[in-house]
């Protein structure tokens, strides 16, 4: 469903290109929830908004991006706008800055059908409401503005919009932020819930490993700008191979377990108009050794998991 190759995203700034998105290659197949983590900054959001072309003002200088075998840079004006929201949605990080706060609920999402298909006004309110239905938001809510549902609501209100035309590909950028932990579990069981019934190829955004324990079949981890590892789950999760993607678990408490002393990751990451030669976090990895500031490692396969370290050889 989606294959990236080389990718390559840049930002102008006052003191020269930034490279937010730096040499990505990514498959994910139909069907399969792909988990993208690390901190902020490390460019997820950037890799996420390049399978819809919304890197404005960002531009794509290396590389290709192809969802369903369709080549989204050459997409230009109504096809690349018929190819979003029917073969590509996305859910995104705040709401409230999503929804029109004059419009209901209602009104916002027949708009998006009737501007995408032929379908009356009446047979898109009755597709809105099963939808509604389908979330857990009772249909009458469907005539409320944003202001007058919770945060939770507001974030399930977008996840139907989002499926209003059944995309292949929904894309969820931090579907959860500033959610309490109890309604946390709503919106991603709903999510869940959806990708299986209609079996559609998820990619979802994430500071939190925890949450992606739960929602993906495989976990890419970013880190300034690259793809640091990549494997199933339950491997990654269980057996980390990259040191930040240990050190990402570390910094995750696990309730239930006695008092777990929480580490941070010291350090800050790298400045990318200007990044280090070499390995990226080597200024903050715990096991750093001199080639790892020479040399930057390549991502290759070690049988379960793909990943970009040295230290896999030195131990080897």
């Not at 404005?56 to 979003?84: F, M, N, T, W």
């Not at 977008?158 to 499926?163: E, K, Q």
């Not at 050190?247 to 010291?266: C, D, E, M, R, Y």
């Amino acid at each position: 469903m989606v294959e990236i190759k080389g990718l390559v995203v840049s930002y102008p700034t006052p003191r020269g290109e930034l490279h937010a998105v730096d040499g990505v290659n990514l498959t994910v197949l139909k069907g399969e929830t792909l988990g993208v983590v690390g901190e902020s900054g490390c460019g997820k959001t950037t890799l996420a908004l390049s399978l819809l072309g919304m890197n404005a003002p960002g531009r794509i200088i290396e590389g290709s991006v192809k969802v369903d075998s369709v080549d989204v840079q050459k997409l230009r004006g109504e096809a690349l706008r018929h190819y979003r929201w029917e073969k590509a949605a996305m859910v995104f990080q705040s709401a409230m800055n999503a929804l029109d706060p004059v419009m209901t609920i209602e009104s916002q999402i027949v708009e998006t059908m009737v501007q995408h298909k032929k379908i009356s006004k009446n047979e898109a309110r009755e597709r809105v409401h099963e939808l509604l239905k389908l979330v857990n938001i009772d249909p009458n809510r469907a005539h409320s503005f944003p202001h007058e549902l919770s945060g939770g609501m507001r974030q399930r209100v977008i996840i139907v919009l989002a499926l209003c035309l059944s995309p292949s590909l929904l894309i969820a950028d931090e579907p959860t932020t500033a959610l309490d932990v109890v309604v946390q579990a709503g919106v991603l069981r709903t999510l869940k819930d959806l990708q299986k019934q209609f079996n559609i190829t998820t990619v979802i955004i994430s500071h939190d490993v925890s949450i992606m324990s739960e929602m993906s079949d495989k976990i890419a981890v970013m880190y300034a700008g690259k793809i640091v590892e990549i494997g199933p789950t339950k491997t990654l999760i269980e057996h980390p191979q990259h040191p930040y993607t240990e050190a990402l678990l570390n910094a995750v408490p696990v309730i239930g377990t006695g008092q777990v002393k929480v580490k941070g990751i010291s350090g800050s990451p790298p400045d990318l108009v200007s990044p280090p030669v070499g390995c990226r976090f080597a200024p903050r990895c715990p096991y750093v050794f001199h080639k790892c500031e020479l040399e930057e490692p390549p991502l290759v396969s070690n049988g379960t998991d793909d990943v970009a370290c040295w230290l896999r050889e030195k131990k080897a």
